[in-house]
T-cell receptor, first 110, second 116 residues
Framework: DAKTTQPNSMESNEEEPVHLPCNHS???????IHWYRQLPSQGPEYVIH???SNVNNRMASLAIAEDRKSSTLILHRATLRDAAVYYC???????????FGKGTRLSVIA | GAGVSQSPSNKVTEKGKDVELRCDPI?????LYWYRQSLGQGLEFLIY????????KSGLPSDRFSAERTGGSVSTLTIQRTQQEDSAVYLC??????????????FGQGTRLTVV
C-alpha cells in the first residue's frame, strides 16, 4: 500500500498562512490524495482531495507536485480554530479502507 | 437525519459483558467504516463495508470484535466479553463511492465506551 510521511508537528502564528507537507513517493496513478483533520474532542472532518491538479475549496488549497510524489495543504490564514491533527491519506479506486496515520499536529499561536 | 448518527453516545459496561454499538450512515452512502480511538491516541481502523463486497475486517483486534451491516444501511459493532483495554471512543463514518472513487467521508460523534 502507498504510504504517506508527514511531520509530527508544526506551529503557526494566527493570521499567517500554513503549508502542511506530505510525502508519498510510492503513489500510484490511481491514488487520490485526501486530507482530513481532527479538531480536539471531535471526529475527523474532510478537508480536501485531489488527483493531479491543484484544488481549492472554502477551507483550504491543495498543491500537488508535478510528479505527484508530494503534496501540500495550504491554510491561507490560520485561525485558532484550525489547531488540529491533519492527516494526508492516499485512496485508490479499489476497495481499500480509509486508514489514518499519525498526521501532523498543528498548533496556532495567537 | 442529515448526518451519521451513532448510539448510544456513552456506554458504561462491566468487564466481561457484551456491548453493541450502532451506526446509522447517511442515506445512500455505500461505504461505511468503524474506527476506535483510545484516549490521546490515533484513529485505529477496525472494519470497512463497501456495497455488496465482503467487508475488510483486517483491523479488528481480536475475535471478540465483529460487525455487520444490514441491508446496506445500519451497522452494528459488537464487542463480546469486554475488557478494560476496549475502553475508547468508537467512531463510524460513511461515504459515497462514485465510479469507484470515494467521496468525502462523514463521521459520527462517536460512542464513548467505558469498561469498568
Amino acid at each position: 500500500d502507498a504510504k504517506t510521511t508527514q511531520p509530527n508537528s508544526m506551529e503557526s502564528n494566527e493570521e499567517e498562512p500554513v503549508h502542511l507537507p506530505c510525502n508519498h513517493s510510492t503513489i500510484s496513478g490511481t491514488d487520490y490524495i485526501h486530507w482530513y483533520r481532527q479538531l480536539p474532542s471531535q471526529g475527523p472532518e474532510y478537508v480536501i482531495h485531489g488527483l493531479t491538479s491543484n484544488v481549492n475549496n472554502r477551507m483550504a488549497s491543495l498543491a500537488i507536485a508535478e510528479d505527484r510524489k508530494s503534496s501540500t495543504l495550504i491554510l491561507h490564514r490560520a485561525t485558532l480554530r484550525d489547531a488540529a491533527v491533519y492527516y494526508c491519506i492516499l485512496l485508490n479506486s479499489g476497495n481499500t479502507p480509509l486508514v489514518f496515520g499519525k498526521g501532523t499536529r498543528l498548533s496556532v499561536i495567537a | 437525519g442529515a448526518g451519521v448518527s451513532q448510539s448510544p453516545s456513552n456506554k458504561v459496561t462491566e468487564k466481561g459483558k457484551d456491548v453493541e454499538l450502532r451506526c446509522d450512515p447517511i442515506s445512500g452512502h455505500t461505504a461505511l467504516y468503524w474506527y476506535r480511538q483510545s484516549l490521546g491516541q490515533g484513529l485505529e481502523f477496525l472494519i470497512y463495508f463497501q456495497g455488496n463486497s465482503a467487508p475488510d475486517k483486517s483491523g479488528l483486534p481480536s475475535d471478540r470484535f465483529s460487525a455487520e451491516r444490514t441491508g446496506g444501511s445500519v451497522s452494528t459493532l459488537t464487542i463480546q466479553r469486554t475488557q478494560q483495554e476496549d475502553s475508547a471512543v468508537y467512531l463510524c463514518a460513511s461515504s459515497l463511492a462514485r465510479r469507484g472513487v470515494r467521496t468525502e467521508a462523514f463521521f459520527g460523534q462517536g460512542t464513548r465506551l467505558t469498561v469498568v
